[in-house]
Every structure is written in structure tokens, then in C-alpha cells.
């Protein structure tokens, strides 16, 4: 008599669900779409660890839309309350502290994450044709979530991100031509003031996340469209050799499984090395020792630091940034620059190019941190 | 002629005439031969009205600058040049006269260079003359004068001793400056080295009752050290006790007025206590008795009390009340101290934390007002009022330690919270980790 109860009820519940997954499919055609995910498949080989990254940095930036929104609560943009506003939320609101903390270790591990999937699409060289969009626009997102990293460090209006804002600045405002139009663009004035915390406020909140978001839906639309890159020893591989696994529900469901593990590591960060709000921003004070960027700039910033006042007929930071920006672009540009395998099997140019690049942000970012 | 170049030439001669004027008065050495009282005082007072601004040829500033008689640079933010007085408003004569003869006659009016002796008078022909000195600065005091004769210079200056300061002796006798200017040798944070320049100087007061090492000492006091190293001009220099044109050494009764002046409320409570009138009784010499003067170091907890290097015990033994008091008080202060620097330690435990210390901080600032408070109550010489106002700061510094508890206890509150998620989220990747292990398997 219970069974058939419980029996009937099931079958009205499935029922129901019929109804309305019938009710949808009517309207908004989502059968094909689930056919799609049903014949997609992801490639197993000894590299398929990589394709989690950008994943990872997916969930990193919901996490950061979600504390980013849950701040914006309380957060009030002006010279005289920002900081205060910030103590208010790490001190009175409730899991206020939390939030501020995920939201500042969860940055600084997406930007982390964009690196490593960044370098991993280069050494799998998964950027060659036709997927040279992909690249271009995850490039983009790179510069992006930098800017992000860059306008939201300000934002708490202590005395550190003050005067990092105002070197950052003025690196900027070192730009030949255009310097210091996007100098005084960004500051809202000559100097950094109450008008550059409200600029980058609304860039940190609204432009970026609007472009972000635009870009982030072509870049995820590319990779459904043209499914994963496979290393070129897999594409040679046979048919019946390559083991796929289906990207609904198994590659999403451990795809699941490392975000669980990425939030209890940033609950971990944010719980046991809470982020530090320091001392408010004085304008009058004079710079505090150790002023410095981001750890994701200090590369840059380190370089700048190094050069010689003058190089040739340049001045040398003007070189470091030119030189940065020449990079930058030539990096953007590498689908289409690529340089071909060497006939000895040594390894190639662009492989050796790319290791360079690593050890020479590494060195940088340490040395940086030592001096 | 442009109007400029009469101004300028205006400036000019008005400093050269000062220049000769002050010459004799500004050196110590070079004391006058003439006698005093003879032609140059009845010039003085015979010279014309006081000085108006410049000629329209001014020919002391021509031959005297054509001699290189005057300092290089002495016009510079000189307060008598930007008043467009010029060399004849002191020294009298004819600047419109090229002829040396009538320029410097007596017809004309000229003083030429006044002795040291005629020096007050001099300079007090003006700035004792409230009508003139009002067109310059309605404000402005004009009493200077008669305040230096009732100093300790103007006094002996009078009986006859010419080693002693004048008005140029500290305002330079050319290129006077506003003593606003930082410039000026009465800035305040020049005044030390001013009068150091002849109290600091052994030889030069030879034969004269007082010490030589006032700014050695004032230099390191913490009166000094605020001024000088700090260039904190609210400290005062050796003026603001001792006065500037009436300089002279407080008097024993006057003496705690003199550091009332800013300490208010010590001067008050000592005042009103016994220990306060007993000092009067005694002659004592108020706050310096335990202060000290020019060296006057920062006080400390251990100042007061019946330990070592107290100052109490100076006067009081074991067995008197005084001596009880002080023990009392000195255990008061040290207690309220103790336990402030406990709960200070324990505000900066939670901000390193990460939680929230700002109402923490609002208590240690009552408790620290408390502690100010209460040293300032030694001056009571009241062990019960000291007590009252510590045990007020107390009640502050265990608030803030309670508080300062709860917080970490929060914080690990939170580690535990922390722990709990975590179970949670490692049982759940767990069973995620066995479905799909079971669903490729199969």
C-alpha cells in the first residue's frame, strides 16, 4: 500500500518535470542544446589536467561577481568613508569579514589561475588555427582581470594601495604621446584624489565587469564551438587509441570536484591569513617604505625599477614600457607569428620563448620582493 | 624718475642709515668712546619727526653702497626696507644732499651712530610712538622700552655695563626681520641659539653669577628637543619664560605661573594643595624644585613614589605622610600603566587578527585619558583623587581586555566554523570523487 503510494508519487513528480521540460522545449528549442552537451567529449591524455584551469578561473570569477555584489552592499566610494566602510564591513556586518576576505584571496587566485591557464594553452600550443580568437580573447581577459586587480586595489583607501595607485599611475603617465591624457584620464585630475577612488570604483564595478562579461561569453562560446584542443601526439594517435569521456555529466562533475577544492582553499586563505585592511590613505603623509604593486605587476615594476635612467636617446622607463607594450602585442599576436618545429626534434623556438618568459617573471617577482 | 627706482633707492638709504646707526650697538667689543649724553642724544632728540619714507635722490644709499659699507643682502625681507623707511628715519641728515658736509650735518639733523647707551632710545623714538607705530600695525605694542629697563640688560645697561644685550644685540642691528620669519634671529626656533649666543659663552660672562650651560641643557630637555629637533614651535624657548624685552630670571613666586602658563591644570592642582602653599611658606622655588628648569627631562611614572631616583625623596623619609603618599600614587600610576600597556597589547593581537578592535580602541582612549588625568592629579598630592581617576582608567583597560578576549575568542570561534564547512566540503568532493569513479567505471 506504502509502495504504491510513494510509487504513484514518483510518477507524478517525473511526470511534472515532463510536463515542464515539455512546457520549455516548446518554447525555447533546448533539446538540441542538450543533445550538444550529450555528444560532447573531452580528450583523457597525460595533459587533460590543463583543461581545468580555465575552469578554475571561471568559478573564481563568479565567486568574485558574488562577494563582489555582497560588498557594493555596504561599500561606500568617497575619500572619507571608503576606508571606513571597509573596516565597517571586515568589523560590524555579519560574515562581513568573510566576504571581504574571499573576495581579495579569490582575486589574487583567479589572476594566479588566468596565468597558469594562459601558459598552458601556450604550451600545448592550443592557440594555432582555428582557435587563434580563443587566445586573442583570453588575452584580453588577462589584461582585464589586471585591470581589475589594479582599480580594485585602491579601493579600500589605505595607505598602501594609495601610494601603489599613485606610482602605478604615474608608470602609466610615462607612456610617450598618450601618457598623460591616460594619466590624468585615470586619476580623474593630476593627482590621485577622492575623484580617482570614485573612477575606479565604477571602472572596477561597471565597465569592466560589462566588457569582461561580453568577452567571457565569446571566449566560452569559441571553446563549445570548437571543443578542446588536442596535443598534436594525440591528434596523431589512432582513432580507436584516443579515450574520450563525455563532457556532460562526467567532465563537468569533476570539474565540480576541483572547484569544491578551490573554494575550501579560498575559505582556508580567507579564515586563516585574513586580508589586512592597514592604516587609512593620508595624501599629506609622506610614502611609506616598501611601497608596492600587486605581486602580479612586480615583474614589470622591478624591470622599470632596473633600468637605467637613460637608454640610448630614451629614457628607461619609457623603454620598459614601450618594450612591455611591444611584448604584449607580439604575445596577443602569437597565433599568427608561430615559430615551426626544428627538423632535429631539439626544442622549438617558442617553446624555449615561453620558459624564458616564466623564469623571467619569476626572477623578477622574487627579486622584487627581496630588495 | 620712475616711481620704482625712488622706491628702491628708498629701501636702500633706509638700511644704510641703519646700518651706521646700529653699527657700535651691535658688536659687544666695539663700545663707544664718546661720552653718553653729549651731541648724538641731543641730536636724537632734536633729529626730525620719525622717519618718513625715501627722497627722491637718496645719496646714502649711493655713496655707502658705493663703498661697501653695508652687507650684502641685508634688504632682503627687511621689515624697516617693506615699510619704505629709509637710512635718514634713524640716522637723521640730508639724503637728498650729494655733499657729504650737508648731507651729515647736524643742521640737517643727522645722528650718525648712536652708543650703545643711546640704543633703546634710538630704536624707542619710533616704536615707543603708539600714533607712528599704529599706521605700520594697528596692534602692534609699543612698551618695548620701557620693559627692557626693567629687564636684567636694560638695568645694567643703565648702571653703567656695557657687556650686556641691546635691541640690536638680538634683532640684528641692519636687515631686522619680522619675528615670523624664519629667517629672523627671534623666530622661535632661533631664540635658543640668539641668547645662546652670549649666555652660551663662558668668557663672555666672565665675572657675572649665572651658568653658561642653559642651552647645552635646554637642547636636550624635553622642552628642547620638541623645539629644536622637532621645529615644534608650540615649545617654548627661553622667551617664553623668561620674557623678551623684560627678560629675567622668574621670581620663586612667579615661577609656577611661568610654567602654568601652559601646564594649566598641574599648575592649578599644586597651587590649591598644601604641598603647594607649604612651598610658598618655605620660599621653595615650585615647579623647578622636582622639575628642574632649563634641563627639564620627560617626567615619568617613576618620578613620584618611594623607589630610587623618586623626587619625593628628596624631602620626605620612611614614616612621614608624604612618604606614604607618594607610595601610593607612584603604585596608582604603575598599576593603571601596567595594565594599559597589557590591554594595548592586546588591541594590536586583534588587528593583527584580522577582527575587530574599534571599540577596543574607544576604551583605551578613555583609559589613556585617564592615565594622562591621573598623572596630571599628582599634583594634588591626594593619593584618594589619583586613585579615584585610575581606577576609573581601570574599569577602561579590563573593558578593553574582555573585549579584546571575545574577539579571539571569535576568531577561533570562526576557525572551528571554518572546520565544520570543510567536513562538509571534503565529504561532498568525496562522494563526487566516488560517483564519477563508479560512473566510468561502469
Redesign the interface.
Known amino acids: 500500500m506504502a509502495t504504491d503510494v510513494e510509487g504513484s508519487g514518483a510518477g507524478s513528480r517525473r511526470g511534472a518535470n515532463h510536463r515542464l521540460y515539455g512546457w520549455l522545449d516548446d518554447r525555447f528549442h533546448i533539446t538540441p542544446l542538450i543533445e550538444f552537451l550529450r555528444h560532447k567529449y573531452v580528450p583523457v591524455h597525460r595533459h587533460t589536467v590543463w583543461y581545468y584551469m580555465g575552469g578554475v578561473a571561471l568559478f573564481l570569477f563568479m565567486v568574485q561577481v558574488i562577494s563582489g555584489i555582497l560588498l557594493v552592499l555596504y561599500y561606500k566610494p568617497d575619500e572619507g568613508n571608503a576606508f571606513e566602510s571597509v573596516?565597517f564591513i571586515?568589523?560590524?556586518v555579519s560574515f562581513g569579514?568573510?566576504i571581504r576576505?574571499v573576495h581579495s584571496w579569490s582575486a589574487n587566485l583567479m589572476v594566479f589561475f588566468v596565468f597558469v591557464h594562459m601558459f598552458s594553452t601556450f604550451f600545448t600550443r592550443a592557440y594555432k588555427k582555428p582557435r587563434e580568437l580563443t587566445w586573442m580573447t583570453g588575452f584580453v581577459m588577462l589584461a582585464l582581470v589586471m585591470g581589475f586587480g589594479f582599480t580594485g586595489y585602491l579601493l579600500p583607501w589605505n595607505e598602501l594601495s594609495y601610494f601603489a595607485t599613485k606610482v602605478g599611475t604615474d608608470i602609466a603617465g610615462a607612456v610617450p604621446l598618450v601618457g598623460n591624457a591616460i594619466k590624468v584620464l585615470l586619476r580623474g585630475g593630476d593627482d590621485v584624489t577622492g575623484a580617482t577612488l570614485t573612477r575606479f570604483y565604477a571602472i572596477h564595478i561597471a565597465l569592466l565587469p560589462a566588457i569582461f562579461t561580453a568577452i567571457l561569453v565569446a571566449h566560452l562560446i569559441f571553446v563549445q564551438r570548437q571543443g578542446m584542443h588536442e596535443p598534436e601526439y594525440v591528434q596523431k594517435l589512432p582513432t580507436e587509441r584516443k579515450k574520450m569521456?563525455p563532457f556532460f555529466?562526467?567532465f563537468l562533475?569533476?570539474d565540480?570536484?576541483l572547484w569544491?577544492?578551490v573554494?575550501?582553499m579560498v575559505?582556508?586563505l580567507a579564515?586563516?591569513f585574513?586580508?589586512?585592511?592597514g592604516e587609512k590613505a593620508d595624501p599629506f603623509a609622506s610614502a611609506p617604505e616598501g611601497i608596492r604593486p600587486e605581486w602580479y605587476f612586480m615583474f614589470m615594476f622591478q624591470t622599470l625599477k632596473l633600468l637605467p635612467a637613460h637608454v640610448w636617446f630614451m629614457e628607461g622607463e619609457v623603454l620598459g614600457i614601450v618594450g612591455f607594450g611591444v611584448l604584449g602585442v607580439a604575445w596577443l599576436l602569437v597565433p599568427f607569428w608561430e615559430m615551426k618545429r626544428r627538423p632535429d626534434g631539439r626544442p622549438r623556438p617558442i617553446t624555449l620563448i615561453g620558459v624564458a618568459a616564466i623564469i623571467y617573471m619569476v626572477v623578477m617577482t622574487i627579486w622584487g620582493y627581496l630588495v | 624718475m620712475n616711481v620704482h627706482r625712488i622706491q628702491r633707492l628708498g629701501y636702500v638709504a633706509a638700511s644704510v642709515v641703519l646700518a651706521l646707526a646700529l653699527i657700535a650697538a651691535s658688536g659687544f667689543a666695539d663700545d663707544d668712546e664718546r661720552e653718553e649724553g653729549q651731541e648724538s642724544v641731543a641730536a636724537t632728540e632734536g633729529a626730525a619727526a620719525p622717519a618718513e619714507t625715501g627722497t627722491e635722490v637718496d645719496h646714502c644709499v649711493e655713496c655707502h653702497t658705493e663703498e661697501d659699507l653695508m652687507p650684502e643682502g641685508h634688504l632682503d625681507g627687511n621689515v624697516h626696507a617693506r615699510a619704505a623707511l629709509s637710512c635718514a628715519g634713524c640716522h637723521g641728515g640730508d639724503p637728498t644732499s650729494d655733499d657729504e658736509e650737508r648731507a651729515m650735518s647736524k643742521e640737517a639733523g643727522f645722528v650718525g651712530v648712536p652708543t650703545k647707551a643711546e640704543i633703546p632710545a634710538f630704536c624707542g623714538r619710533c616704536h615707543s610712538d603708539i600714533e607712528f607705530m599704529r599706521r605700520y600695525q594697528p596692534r602692534i605694542a609699543t612698551d618695548q622700552v620701557s620693559q627692557y629697563f626693567t629687564s636684567a640688560h636694560g638695568r645694567r645697561l643703565q648702571e653703567g655695563d656695557r657687556n650686556v644685550a641691546d635691541c640690536a644685540s638680538c634683532h640684528t642691528a641692519h636687515g631686522v626681520l619680522p619675528a615670523a620669519d624664519t629667517r629672523s634671529t627671534v623666530h622661535a626656533l632661533n631664540v635658543p641659539s640668539t641668547c645662546g649666543k652670549c649666555h652660551g659663552d663662558a668668557e663672555y660672562m666672565a665675572g657675572r653669577e649665572i651658568p653658561t650651560d642653559q642651552l647645552e641643557k635646554f637642547s636636550k630637555s624635553v622642552h628642547g628637543v620638541a623645539l629644536l629637533e622637532r621645529q615644534d614651535t608650540g615649545a617654548p624657548a627661553c622667551n617664553d619664560c623668561h620674557g623678551n624685552h623684560g627678560a629675567a630670571p622668574p621670581g620663586v613666586t612667579s615661577i609656577g605661573q611661568v610654567c602654568g602658563h601652559c601646564h594649566v591644570n598641574n599648575m592649578q592642582y599644586f597651587t590649591e594643595s598644601r604641598m603647594g602653599h607649604a612651598f610658598v611658606e618655605e620660599g621653595y622655588h615650585g615647579c623647578e624644585e622636582c622639575h628642574g628648569n632649563h634641563g627639564i627631562s620627560k617626567t615619568s611614572d617613576d618620578m613620584v613614589g618611594t623607589q630610587e631616583g623618586a623626587v619625593c625623596l628628596e624631602c620626605h623619609s620612611e614614616g612621614d605622610k608624604g612618604f606614604e603618599t607618594a607610595g601610593k600614587i607612584h603604585v596608582e600610576l604603575v598599576g593603571l600603566n601596567t595594565q594599559y600597556a597589557e590591554a594595548l597589547a592586546a588591541q594590536h593581537e586583534v588587528q593583527r587578527i584580522g577582527m575587530d578592535d574599534v571599540d577596543i580602541g574607544f576604551m583605551l582612549q578613555d583609559a589613556h585619558q585617564s592615565l594622562i588625568q591621573a598623572r596630571t592629579l599628582v599634583h594634588t598630592f591626594d593619593a584618594e583623587r589619583v586613585k579615584a581617576t585610575t581606577d576609573a582608567g581601570k574599569q577602561k583597560t579590563t573593558g578593553a581586555l574582555e573585549a579584546a578576549a571575545g574577539q579571539v575568542r571569535d576568531f577561533h570561534v570562526r576557525r572551528r566554523g571554518f572546520g565544520m564547512a570543510t567536513l562538509f566540503t571534503t565529504i561532498l568532493a568525496i562522494a563526487l570523487f566516488l560517483r564519477i569513479r563508479q560512473m566510468e567505471a561502469g
Open positions: 573596516r571586515t568589523t560590524k569579514w568573510l576576505s569521456i555529466p562526467n562533475l569533476r565540480t570536484l569544491l577544492m573554494l575550501n575559505l582556508f579564515v586563516f585574513p586580508w589586512e585592511l
